[in-house]
């Protein structure tokens, strides 16, 4: 076997051949080994707290199925090829279901709901998620940006991660709910919005759901927040609501008048669901744009050659930019693009397998929880060349065509595909050109020996908190 500095196989991708091993009796197979190479599986769970990407990369060093150990769960299987991730989110999804984590904490949204539940929930809700759809809300997302970014100055230090975490608050809101943040105000729900997360904290995996830790503590009165918001939005809203969709400026005025026009199945649309939905969509809408923005703008920083052409492009835009420069913006385009491939704000995606099954020859019971290591099939060197590298101008051929369909894979798959994936390309695209037009964000924290970013993995991936950039206003 081959392999690059990093240890990494190089071998091709396997073959239909390799597969042909998952079609034996799974009971007849063997578990995949623990990574030899990480000590003994009592202490995986110390490793992965120190470095969650250090661990992947060693674990899954020599083949794409371990095995590892995690207190209070048992055995868990990760999984890192593209033909796994393909099997688990589309052509065998049957077999694998959403684990219980999401849906003790954020109820029936279309995150977490399965079955005819979830694609009845899916059915009212994807028209109004198309590309076309999302369009609508493009100048309310530039008119958002603007309005905090206009506010910066010339030698201004910014914790950009948390001003971008506001940034992005603010356009869910303008934009999906209805309701315009205050710039320095509105305290209670950004804290909420932000503690959505402390559910997933890793403590929380060695104690059953009902201790009540600090992080529970602050997820539910966050959640509780939230929820007393959209109820009271749906008040004003109401008796209120366009019926004509075309009139809608926001996605719960939208929701409102369909149910209101009885155009859509009601029972979709019930109080209930509608606020379990909005506090989902903030949840799933919120740092993970934060998060590819933050990125964008740290490898903008990083790669002066890149900087440049970016510029170049949203300098020859006539003024802020609108849903019609969008085809004129393909540098930005790419850097989005490849932002995402080397730092997936989902950057894992656990689900639970309800019966045996295998993969590479390797049995996986029933009830075992799963990981697709999104991040770790982002920077294979068998399917991406220089896979660590910020390279945008790969993008420039056909290498979508040409890739593996789940070798890229930001937004997941299959189905349950991310809904907001439009939503979230355009507001980066837009986001990225309306402050590139005005501003040089200068990076001044460190990178490490590699050079990459100080990162912490929660939740979503995120930058440490505290990094600081350097604001230099344009000519
Ligand atoms: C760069 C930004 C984003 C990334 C990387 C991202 C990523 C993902 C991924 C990987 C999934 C699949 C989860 C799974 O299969 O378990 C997902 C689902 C979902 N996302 Fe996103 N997302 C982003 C932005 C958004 C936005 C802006 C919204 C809403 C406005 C949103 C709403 C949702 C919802 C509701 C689901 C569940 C879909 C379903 O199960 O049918 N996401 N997202």
Redesign the pocket.
Known sequence: MSSDTTGRRTEPAPSEEGKRDDDADPSELPLPPYPPNLGHPRLHFLHQMRDVFEFGEQALATRDVVRSHLPGEGDVFSLAHPEHVKRV?LTERETFR?SDD?RIAFGE?????EGEE?AA??DV?QPL?TRDSVMDYADGMVEQVRRRSDRWADGDRLELQSELTDMTLDV?FAT?LGRELALDGDERIRRAAEALHDWFVPTSYLLPDWVPTPARRRFRKGKATLQAEADRLLEEKAGGAPTDPAEAED?LSLLVGLRESGVADSGMLTDERLRD?MV??IF???D??T??LTFAFWALANNPGVRERFHAEVDALDGPPTMDDLDELPVTDRVVTET?RLY???YS???RSTEPTAFDGYRIPADSRIILA?RHVHRDPRFFEAPDSFRPSRWDGDLRGELHDFAY?????????????E???L??KLALATIGREYDLYWLGDNDADGEPPISPEM?LRMTPGQEFLVTERE
């Not at 949204?109 to 709901?113: A, I, K, R, S």
Request: with cysteine; glycine share 12%.
């Open positions: 989110l959403k999401f949204g279309l995150l977490t709901v979830w929930q899916r809700l998620f869910l999906v996605l939905q989902t969509i799933a809408g919120h993970t744009t998060t590819s995402l997936p704000p989902v995606l656990p689900r999104l894979a930001p937004f997941g798959g299959g189905p349950r595909i991310c809904i907001g994936r939503f979230a390309l507001e980066a979503t």
